[in-house]
């Protein structure tokens, strides 16, 4: 089948069926339903379920899974209802809560919820990721202490031989920062000279430090932040080679060394106040973990 429009081209029914697996967007689904591919599936599988919206999850559920009133495939949702939900900037959307995917929808319930290690949910325990120390707050918190660190190798211990590091055995720094957050003008969005000046101090640091040996790079760090309008001000300050970007850009990657700009100096946290989002921001790093901030602030969150 060839869309002369966009000159893209899609396989045949009889092709298609010759592919003991089949990759697609959901959105994409639906071509795999126009070519008749109802009941072919056995198992469908979606990923990142939790970060996306449940129409969007039916399309594969309700075209390929389904016939009339009767399920004909597998159905598994993949994804961490603890981290970030789908995106959506319309408020008219969120009044009908499409910010809430299927998944999160769904473990709400009570045979998912009672449930938790039988046959309805699956929960992945072992984490390879993270440095114990720097996972250890989210898994106390999020996850009912049953996550396990299992990465020990040389890389993920890095952080414990920085020289700079107060607690050798815990790779994590909380540097305390009271100046100033301001809005910007005509706008939503904060930021905060003194924190992203403190970022460029640590990164500079980082830059001409040997880790164990190591020289660190700029593709080493992430810098993570809550608010676009930090995000830009780092931008300009910092090597291109250090990756910048806002918790919703960081879900589902990961650095050797993350350092957090949690930017709010005042009453309100705003973005911070999510869960979910600072569940990202504090499980991105391998081996080394900078959090900048106001702790007078942060110490309303819990």
């Known amino acids: 089948i060839r869309d002369l429009k966009t000159s893209v081209e899609f396989q045949s029914e009889e092709e298609l069926k010759h592919f003991p697996v089949t990759i697609c967007t959901l959105t994409s689904s639906l071509k795999f339903d126009r ?3 109802q009941k072919h599936f056995d198992y469908i599988f979606i990923d990142e379920c939790a970060a996306t919206t449940e129409p969007e999850v039916l399309i594969p559920i309700v075209g390929l899974g389904c016939v009339k009133n009767s399920i004909y495939s597998n159905i598994v949702l993949i994804g961490d209802h603890k981290q970030l939900p789908p995106v959506i900037k319309s408020d008219f959307a969120k009044h009908l809560e499409l910010d809430v995917s299927l998944m999160e929808r769904m473990m ?20 390879y990721r993270s440095h114990p120390a720097i996972l250890h707050f989210s ?7 049953k996550l396990r660190a299992k ?15 107060p607690n050798k055995d815990f790779p994590i720094i909380f540097h305390s920062n009271k100046s100033s957050s301001e809005f910007v003008f005509n706008g939503t969005s904060s930021y905060n000279d003194g924190e992203a000046d403190l970022v460029l101090c640590y990164v500079n640091r980082l830059l001409s430090s040997k880790i164990g040996g190591r020289k660190i790079v700029g593709d080493d760090i992430g810098v993570v932040t809550p608010y676009l309008a930090q995000r830009e001000r ?13 918790s919703e850009y960081y879900q589902g990657r990961e650095k050797l060394i993350i350092i957090i700009s949690t930017v709010k100096s005042k009453a309100n946290v705003g973005f911070l106040s999510d869960e979910r989002r600072l569940n990202v921001c504090l499980t991105r790093a391998k081996a080394l973990m900078i959090v900048i901030g106001n702790p007078n602030t942060l110490e309303v969150i819990y």
Do not use: C
């Open 35 to 37: 070519a008749g591919l």
């Open 108 to 127: 709400k319930l009570d045979r998912y919820k009672s449930d938790i290690h039988n046959r309805y949910v699956t929960q992945l325990l072992d984490n």
């Open 139 to 145: 898994n106390v918190e999020f996850y009912d202490s």
């Open 151 to 165: 990465n020990e190798s040389d890389e993920v211990m890095l952080g414990t031989k920085w020289e700079e590091l």
């Open 234 to 246: 780092l931008k300009r300050m910092l090597p291109k080679d250090v990756e910048i970007g806002t």
